[in-house]
């Protein structure tokens, strides 16, 4: 049995007090944004006019379809794939393995979608249940991490996480004991982390989309524009599922409520928020706006691709030709560190381009509320407090040669701003 690893590593979120908050704000934020969209003000500080009553959230037909939806991924996921990728060396020296067919299990759920509508299937049904089904992704989101908390008793110390094993119960359920929880080839937060959430996310985008037009005839040109981009950026992640295996939430992060209730609930249900804003706040946007939005989407993809894509082809062979002739620093550790090309700009660049699009995804949606905003207000904060957590931790990786990268790339984000 996993003793508990004592107060080593420093308290993060604020400790067991701000992990208690954040357990009960989440959720609280989640439903209060699903409640200002539908409602006519839109206002992202109001309290909702009313609470919805228990019979407003629980719906046994929402339950059903949740739990047939978790299947269908987890069934996806299980399916032969191209590739089998290897993820980074843990503590014992191992390295787990990871299917690569996330692609794969959007394309098919995209076809069994289509076949299920030519068969007669609402998909324009599914924004009058998004309430039951928000409360049912986080009833599942609580038992689940009570499941993976109960888990890690079981698990052998080389398995927990830096952080999330503190001693503290509410601290350790918020943050997650263990590293790569998995049962057989199962890896639990790998799955999650792509799978339902994601696809879940632009399914609720199209079945948006088609609500609004068989409300208004056709859809609008800014329900177009926050479907294409969401759907890209999805589609992105997806197609480079293998690059999931080097960020902080697999290497570093224990998997417990803030992932698992961040991965199945928080992205499907609030990152819809621009095109559930739409579809009742129709918002007119002309060709020569929308063609500017396109624009700043591009800038921001291209930068986000690019950064994340030269970092990882540098992670996995640092001779390849097209990072072999960019700067770098040595390390103590063996490993370098880039100081030209994309992240010779700033120490975050793949932030940088999400940022961008953040923004793009919310300027369709007009300059009078400030509800469709809030992805672009939560993700800045959720950024610059990442990014400070990992400059932690490569400080404390990289000692001096951090330091001296820190000295030739002086801004962690924006050029000259932050
Ligand atoms: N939409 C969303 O809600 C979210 C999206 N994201 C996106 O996920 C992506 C991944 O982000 P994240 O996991 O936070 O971090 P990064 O992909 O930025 O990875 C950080 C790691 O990269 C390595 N690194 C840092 N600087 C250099 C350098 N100069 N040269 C080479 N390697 C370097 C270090 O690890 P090492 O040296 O060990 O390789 C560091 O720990 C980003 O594009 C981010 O925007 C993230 C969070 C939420
Ligand atoms: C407020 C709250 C509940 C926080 C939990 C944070 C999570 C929602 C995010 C942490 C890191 C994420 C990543 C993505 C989605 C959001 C979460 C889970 C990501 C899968 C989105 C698509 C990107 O291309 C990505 C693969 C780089 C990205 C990885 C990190």
Request: hydrophobic letters at 50%; aromatic letters at 12%; glycine letters at 8%.
């Amino acid at each position: 049995m996993a003793p508990p690893q004592g107060p080593r590593a420093p308290l993060e979120f604020g400790g067991p007090l701000g992990a208690a908050a954040l357990l009960l704000l989440l959720p609280a934020t989640m439903f209060h944004l699903l409640l200002a969209a539908r409602s006519g003000p839109a206002r992202l500080l109001s309290p909702p006019a009313s609470l919805p009553g228990l019979e407003a959230l629980w719906s046994p037909r929402a339950l059903l379809l949740w739990l047939a939806w978790l299947g269908l991924q987890a069934a996806l996921y299980l399916l032969p794939a191209r590739k089998v990728a290897e993820g980074q060396e843990l503590k014992d020296k191992s390295r787990l393995r990871y299917p690569i067919n996330g692609f794969q299990a959007l394309v098919l759920t995209a076809l069994l979608v289509g076949l299920g509508v030519s068969a007669g299937l609402p998909l324009a049904a599914l924004p009058e249940m998004l309430l039951p089904l928000a409360f049912v992704a986080t009833l599942t989101a609580f038992i689940f991490s009570l499941f993976l908390y109960m888990k890690a008793q079981v698990a052998p110390v080389s398995a927990l996480a830096p952080g999330g094993n503190s001693g503290n119960p509410i601290y350790d359920f918020f943050l997650g004991r263990e590293l790569n929880p998995r049962i057989c080839f199962f890896d639990f937060k790998y799955f999650c982390e792509l799978r339902p959430g994601l696809i879940g996310w632009v399914l609720i985008n199209l079945a948006l989309l088609v609500k609004e037009a068989e409300l208004r005839g056709s859809p609008s040109l800014a329900m177009w524009l926050v479907n294409g981009f969401q759907l890209l950026y999805v589609g992105d992640a997806l197609w480079h599922e293998e690059a999931i295996l080097t960020t902080m939430d697999i290497t570093h992060d224990g998997f417990g409520f803030m992932l698992a209730f961040g991965d199945i609930a928080w992205v499907p249900f609030t990152y819809s928020l621009q095109a559930q804003f739409l579809l009742r706040h129709p918002q007119p946007l002309g060709l020569p706006m929308a063609s500017a939005i396109c624009l700043i989407n591009a800038i921001g993809y291209y930068i986000f691709r690019g950064a994340n894509s030269q970092k990882n082809t540098f992670r996995k062979n640092p001779s390849d030709p097209r990072v072999a002739g960019l700067e770098t620093i040595s390390t103590a550790t063996g490993r370098k560190l880039l100081v030209s090309g994309w992240w010779g700009m700033v120490r975050h660049p793949n932030y940088l381009g999400d940022l961008i699009m953040a923004l793009a995804w919310s300027l369709p949606c007009g300059v009078s509320h400030l509800l469709p905003y809030f992805y672009l207000l939560y993700f800045t904060a959720l950024l610059v407090h990442r990014e400070a957590r990992d400059e932690r931790q490569c400080l404390q990786k990289y000692g001096l040669a951090w330091q001296e990268y820190c000295r030739r790339v002086p801004y962690r984000i924006m050029p000259y701003i932050y």
